[in-house]
């Protein structure tokens, strides 16, 4: 029992002397003169954020249809304010920093309550700016405590504990570190690759002076070039050999080769489509199956379809090389449609036309060129005449446009106008017997 009573003893004594310590410290001028500049930068940093939050800089948001570089500087401006407060106190707390180190050797309370207050900037800034919510999950539970520990000067210990836990596995040495990493920064320039890649695609697009298959193939280029840069940049981050993309490519190469030519033909397939422009964003398709929609999307893999009734259909690449389809718009969004109806024999044939064209000249949409509205006789039927008739107008009779409608009521009024009738169908039953004989 006596290692106990020794054990006990010399914890007796580091309490003692920890206890002495940290009284002799907390009733030092020091400690009062940090303590005072903490308190200090605190009041301070509310009354400087207050004053600020008045400037109309910071307290009237920018006109939301202003454009320019005011506008901008005006709206960045706007989105500081809620970090006013968290900013001036890291700010005043580096100036207490240096006023305690002039008097004192030591500030390490007032470090202490800075790397606390950056801390709290970099949670007011990401809930700020990051919208997304998986990117802003992995800023508060990644970024802040990677920051927490830079700001206490503990992140190289960390990082070099992590990296000691490995896995061996021949040439290749897997690290909790090298994981870690990994994952963070495959993330983030995975997002910050979408939102380049978005915004870049959308300014080329917005270039009126090139024409709208050449928009679509730059857009594709930029795209590919900007994530073979990331691909690049992620290499270098995570500290390995560019030289080993040489034997990863040769490997791609034959997994191209065996396992993914559909994938291959059909990135192919797009990069040809874009150079050829026999499709182009806007073009309303009709596949060789009956499938139809405009096209919404021109993807490196695949084509999506938009169909009139909100469907999206999913096109591979290749089918549009090696398949027969319709494209109804590409060099013209003109189409000529028709319209059939029936009137009467007791109609005179050689007024109907005159009538109905004149009918359907008058719909907005009814164009003069190339023709101009014709009244056709097709054939006498059943029950009346038959006629058709053919009209141009720009776009398609489906979805918002609905041509035929109007056509066949402005068929309908001009009829109805002009004394003109649509006959029902109607059967003639003869007996030729006549009745049986009644029972007796």
């Known amino acids: 029992m006596d290692w106990l009573t020794n054990i006990f003893s010399n914890w007796r004594a580091w309490r003692d002397l920890a206890l002495d310590t940290a009284i002799e410290w907390l009733t030092s001028p020091a400690f009062y003169m940090q303590a005072g500049a903490i308190v200090l930068a605190w009041f301070a940093a509310l009354f400087i954020a207050r004053w600020l939050a008045r400037r109309p800089m910071f307290s009237q948001p920018p006109a939301p249809d202003a454009t320019g570089l005011r506008a901008r500087i005006d709206r960045l401006l706007f989105s500081l304010r809620d970090l006013l407060k968290p900013l001036a106190l890291v700010l005043l707390l580096a100036v207490g920093i240096n006023v305690v180190e002039s008097m004192y050797a030591n500030a390490l309370l007032v470090r202490l309550a800075q790397g606390l207050a950056v801390v709290w900037l970099l949670y007011a800034a990401i809930n700020r700016y990051l919208t997304q919510p998986l990117v802003r999950k992995a800023a508060i539970w990644v970024g802040i405590p990677a920051a927490t520990l830079q700001v206490f000067g503990l992140f190289d210990e960390v990082a070099g504990w992590l990296d000691s836990v490995s896995l061996s596995v021949g040439n290749i040495r897997l690290s909790v570190w090298f994981m870690l990493k990994a994952a963070v920064f495959g993330g983030l320039f995975y997002w910050l690759g979408q939102m380049t890649s978005s915004a870049g695609q959308q300014a080329i697009r917005r270039q009126e002076a090139l024409e709208r298959p050449t928009r679509e193939l730059f857009a594709k280029l930029f795209e590919l070039a900007l994530y073979f840069l990331i691909f690049i940049l992620f290499m270098q981050v995570l500290g390995l050999d560019l030289t080993a993309l040489a034997i990863f490519g040769g490997a791609l190469g034959v997994g191209l080769g065996f396992g993914l030519q559909q994938i291959a033909a059909n990135f192919i397939s797009g990069i040809i489509i874009l150079l050829e422009r026999s499709l182009t964003v806007g073009d309303y ?87 101009k509205p014709d009244c056709e006789l097709r054939g006498f039927g059943d029950n009346g005449i038959d006629f058709a008739v053919e009209f141009w107008v720009e776009g398609l009779d489906d979805g918002p446009n609905k041509f035929s409608s109007d056509v066949l009521f402005l068929v309908w009024d001009a009829l109805k106008e002009n004394g003109i009738t649509i006959p029902y169908p109607r059967r003639e039953v003869r007996l030729l017997n006549g009745p049986p004989p009644a029972a007796s």
Not at 294 to 310: H, P, Y
Not at 314 to 337: C, L
Not at 347 to 363: F, K, Y
């Open 285 to 371: 398709i009709e596949l060789e199956d009956g499938k139809a929609g405009i096209l919404k999307q021109l993807n490196m893999r695949a084509s999506v379809l938009e169909t009139f009734d909100g469907k999206e259909i999913v096109v591979p690449n290749e089918k549009f090389i090696t398949t027969r389809f319709v494209n109804w718009t590409h060099d013209d969004p003109r189409q000529r449609y028709e319209v059939e109806f029936t009137v009467s024999y007791e109609t005179d044939p050689h007024r109907v036309p005159p009538i109905i064209e004149a009918a359907v000249s008058r719909h907005p949409r009814v164009l003069q060129e190339p023709e």
